[in-house]
């Protein structure tokens, strides 16, 4: 056990529709970091917070958004979706925001049909 | 910002031989130099990682070795076993991660 909670653990919606991911760190982590996995792919960095912040910001679409709240766990929203956007997205979080993420959640597989 | 590469993308190796898999980054302000084990369907795993400061890090079967001049680092598996059949990603970074593409491992009985 990562100490890394995601919910829900799968998700299945239709296009156009929008859905919410939601991410518990690691107790004691400051950043949170979102990953998009889609199959047989590496691992697309989306976006990171610390400690409320965005700190980092990559392939992120605009139809996605995120924030931390103040308790530390953090929503990634994706809106009007798309059959691309089935994939398997990981939510990691560390201590620092300097450092890479060391602590990842079981995800959570979006199917889109 | 970094780029990371990693090769192979593909490794076959026989169950007790020892399995290389090397990563090259591009920012020199990288200090921090993980590598993860993702099983299929499931989260990536960190197995082991280095930091700058240090050249070498062994953990019973698993080792990483950074060149900081070089900008590479790799993983060296010894004694491989079944179970060891995965993929593994290498990062760079500090702050933006960035990963490599994977290395898909197998290791024959």
């Known amino acids: 056990d990562s100490g890394v909670t995601q919910t829900p653990k799968h998700l299945i919606t239709a296009t156009g529709q929008r859905v919410t991911l939601r991410c518990s760190p690691r107790s004691g982590d400051l950043s949170v970091y979102w990953y998009q996995q889609s199959l047989d792919q590496g691992l697309q960095f989306l976006i990171q917070?610390?400690?409320?912040?965005?700190?980092a910001k990559g392939n992120i679409l605009e139809r996605f958004s995120a924030q931390q709240f103040p308790d530390l766990h953090s929503e990634l929203n994706l809106s009007s979706l798309e059959l691309g956007d089935s994939a398997l997205y990981f939510c990691?979080?560390?201590?620092?925001?300097?450092?890479?993420?060391?602590?990842f959640g079981d995800g959570t597989r979006l199917s889109i049909l | 910002g970094e780029n990371v590469e990693q090769h192979p993308s593909t490794l076959s190796v026989q169950e007790g031989d020892s399995a290389v898999i090397k990563c090259t980054y591009s920012?020199?302000?990288?200090?921090?130099f993980p590598w993860y084990k993702q099983e299929l369907g499931k989260r990536p795993q960190l197995i082991i990682d280095i930091r700058s400061n240090v050249g070498e890090k062994k953990d019973q079967r698993i080792a990483v070795t950074l060149n900081k001049t070089a900008k590479h680092f790799s993983l060296h598996i010894t004694e491989t076993q079944p179970e060891d059949s995965a993929v593994y990603f290498c990062?760079?970074?500090?702050?933006?991660?960035?990963f490599g593409d994977g290395t898909t491992l197998t290791v024959k009985p």
């Open positions: 990691a979080s560390s201590v620092e925001s300097k450092d890479v993420p060391q602590h």
């Open positions: 920012d020199s302000a990288s200090n921090y």
């Open positions: 990062a760079a970074g500090a702050g933006k991660s960035t």
């Open positions: 917070y610390y400690n409320g912040e965005e700190r």
